[in-house]
């Protein structure tokens, strides 16, 4: 999978399988069936009669969030299970509006990361979401604008350079989903200079600082603010 593996830039995607061009047409016209489909049912698109204002850009794959997303997330979620390999993670921050300074309620925060091999590795239900993996969790931030997920760090790609990373993605409402800055670590040795400097620093800057707590659990703290360096927000 890595090798032959380039950032799109128009996409959360830092990489996944080429397939045919046969496959990925079949697939788009899945995805925008299950997308229509789970819109019409999905809490975190409101029933409103506006359209969504278009943000962000060309998202690509973003629309396999919907494929499983509970009716209602909470501000908290547990994306690993006990059986899974790996060192245990903990991220959490707070969601702000655009000014920066207020919380924002009810945004929902999907994330998506490797395994510790450095492969999205499907779980069995997944049907269009495989690429994604079966490491991947929503939020619904709280009144206070918070969230916090845990799960285990992401490894690389085998055998590449790309950094571990967790893709982001954001649903609120009267948008239409985007993406934000992946969540980078200052640790990883693979995350370059040149690396840091192609972030677009949208939603804010993803790239954190990890600690070990007590417990030895890897612990990051990231804040985001809403539409920041968001094409057209
Ligand atoms: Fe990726």
Redesign the pocket.
């Known amino acids: 999978m890595p090798e032959g593996i380039v950032r799109t830039g128009t996409s959360p ?4 399988d080429f397939v045919k061009l046969q496959n990925q047409l079949m697939k788009k016209i899945i995805l925008f069936f299950l997308a229509f489909a789970m819109m019409q049912g999905s809490g975190c698109t409101q029933s409103n009669k506006k359209a969504d204002r278009v943000v962000g850009g060309t998202c690509e794959d973003c629309a396999l969030m919907f494929e499983g997303i509970p009716e209602n997330p909470s501000w908290q979620t547990n994306i690993a299970g006990p059986d899974e390999p790996g060192e245990s993670l903990i991220i959490h921050g707070v969601i702000y509006k655009q000014d920066g300074k207020t919380p924002a309620p009810d945004v929902i925060l999907y994330v998506y ?2 395994d510790n091999k450095g492969l ?1 590795s499907p779980a069995p239900k997944q049907i269009v979401a495989k690429r994604h993996g079966h490491l991947r969790g929503w939020m619904k931030s709280g009144s206070d604008g918070r969230y916090e997920f845990k799960t285990i760090r992401p490894a690389s790609y085998p055998n590449s350079k790309n950094p571990q ?1 967790i ?1 982001p993605i954001i649903k609120e409402s009267g948008t239409t989903l985007y993406w934000i800055d992946e969540f980078l670590f200052d640790d990883d040795p693979l995350l370059s200079g040149q690396e840091k400097s192609r972030q677009e620093k949208r939603g804010g800057n993803g790239i954190i600082t990890l600690k070990k707590n007590e417990k030895g659990v890897w612990v990051g703290k990231r804040d985001i603010i809403l539409g920041m360096n968001v094409p057209n927000y």
Do not use: D, I, P
């Open positions: 995607v830092r990489g996944f990361h490797t999205y990373h893709h």
